[in-house]
């Protein structure tokens, strides 16, 4: 994939194949090329990315939320673009939906995508960064992380139930 720019064209997906295809003294490889700003070109470049580079979930979600901001896209067409399905870009979308400290440490690789839906359960944002907390000094899996997710919303619960009445 290429993209216009001024005298010539700039290679946006499918940099190995044009190295490999060069390395092996091809003169002519088959590309689509696009106009300097098509609103495609970053999707397609991301695209590739994330199947090139092992991007994490935290950083998929980053990515996600930029491009419907700045493309003003629907889910349903951001799965178009990226060839993703509905399933996968919502659940990244959730993240940044979610609490900014619990995909802070997800992005950074500190816990896992799991670990970090069951934190953004959580009802209380009090117990959320507690158990991130410890689930990032100490390890934690997410099967730990949703017994202390269901603990701690039952508290919850129960201690709003006893509140009195404003």
Known sequence: ????????????????????????????????VYPAGHPHLEAIQLHENTKREELNPGEEAVYFARLLEKHQWTEEEMCAELQESADYIAERLKLVRGDAAVLAALAAGKIVLGVAQE??????????????????????????????RNQANLTADAAAANAPAP
């Open 119 to 148: 934190l953004n359960k959580m009802k209380l944002e009090v117990d959320r960064s507690y158990y991130l907390g410890y689930a990032v000094e100490h390890g934690a899996g997410t099967r730990l992380v949703r017994e202390w």
């Open 1 to 32: 994939i290429l993209k216009e720019v001024e005298g010539g064209y700039e290679v946006v997906a499918g940099h190995r194949r044009w190295l490999a295809a060069r390395q092996i003294g091809l003169v002519t490889v088959p590309a689509r």
